[in-house]
């Protein structure tokens, strides 16, 4: 497969497209124009056809793209077609609605292990995975081959048990710790920064009063 | 206060600079230049000028910054100086766990009132805060001049209810549910799409080990 270097804003819509054409699919549609998808998108035909073009030739010109094929590449250039085992680290409030939130395994991300410092909730289950101490990370991490660590852990832990993440061969970080973590360029981390995200709504509604 | 049309990039940015500016002010630094401060975020000085010139003027060149006085404008930017009045709709396991996140109210953002559609949960308290049944969100949105809506409900019901907010005169929307809303272009809507960001994820695990 051809492959350029992809942007960010690119990456960025990736799963929006998977999205929709899961919508598509389940609705009943076989084929679709780039015009179409784009209306549905709000994008412009041509950068839909620019977006696939990172990728390779995904439809023929005037015939649409086939919405089933199309799903299941965009599945593949965004690794869904492998399962991720995940651990999570910090059985709180937030960590226990992600624990719950199945819709995430339909998606080949499973989640094997839970963790907490906490020794009064040792041996509690969480849908049926149970949360046990931190020490046992590293040897879980080896015997369950996770490459996925989501981090549910206030912040001031975060940087600490990230290193030791690392330290242990973790793969990616889905960080929803309120700081940026400092690992090596070849470990991925996603940040999920819940305040920053209700900042940007505060701006947009601080700006969208003013009358321009 | 001079105004140009601001680029998402440099909003995605100013909730990052407000964090790191926080954590220099409660470490004592009283002046940043752009070059320490643009270090510390994995920016360019230059980038770092420009992002802040959208706004006006907040440093003297060649004396850098007054750490709190560019905190407190950027605050400002972010209307984080106003409060504002929330009410979740969800009290499923994430919205449990938003309700249950007090470092928001640190930023201005109240949570006055909690809505489900389960009437064996209604009555119940989150962090003192009442959950309702949903036929009184409209009357309570205006006896407690809401102006953001959180949405932690299933995507099936998201659009219909995000519908009759906008009809209420809600300003902003929070969304966590997986579906595009289609609401007013004057109605603010923040999305925060967990597995999107999951798979964004998964993209930079699957392409970080690929060799180029």
């Known amino acids: 497969m051809k492959r350029v270097k992809v942007s960010n804003n690119v990456i960025r819509r990736l799963p929006r497209y998977l999205r929709k054409l899961d919508e598509l699919k389940a609705s009943g549609v076989g084929r679709i124009s780039s015009f179409n998808l784009g209306q549905q998108l709000g994008l412009t035909p041509s950068q839909i056809r620019q977006d696939f073009s990172c990728f390779g030739e995904f439809g023929q010109q005037g015939y649409g793209y086939n919405v089933k094929y199309l799903y299941e590449e965009i599945a593949k250039i965004l690794g869904l077609h492998k399962q991720h085992n995940l651990i999570l680290i910090g059985a709180g409030h937030l960590g226990q609605a992600l624990a719950n939130y199945v819709n995430f395994e339909r998606r080949g991300f499973v989640l094997k292990g839970i963790f907490d410092i906490d020794t009064a ?86 700006n969208s009063s003013v009358t321009d």
Chains 1, 2 share one sequence.
């Open 121 to 206: 909730i040792h041996g509690q289950k969480i849908r049926g995975i149970e949360i046990r101490p931190m020490e046992e990370i590293e040897s879980f991490m080896r015997d369950h081959a996770i490459d996925i660590a989501v981090l549910t852990i206030p912040k001031a832990e975060a940087v600490k048990i990230a290193d030791e993440l690392v330290s242990f061969g973790i793969k990616a970080i889905w960080n929803f710790a309120h700081v940026d973590l400092d690992v090596p360029e070849d470990t991925v981390v996603e940040n999920v920064h819940l305040s920053e995200s209700l900042m940007r709504l505060s701006y947009n509604l601080a």
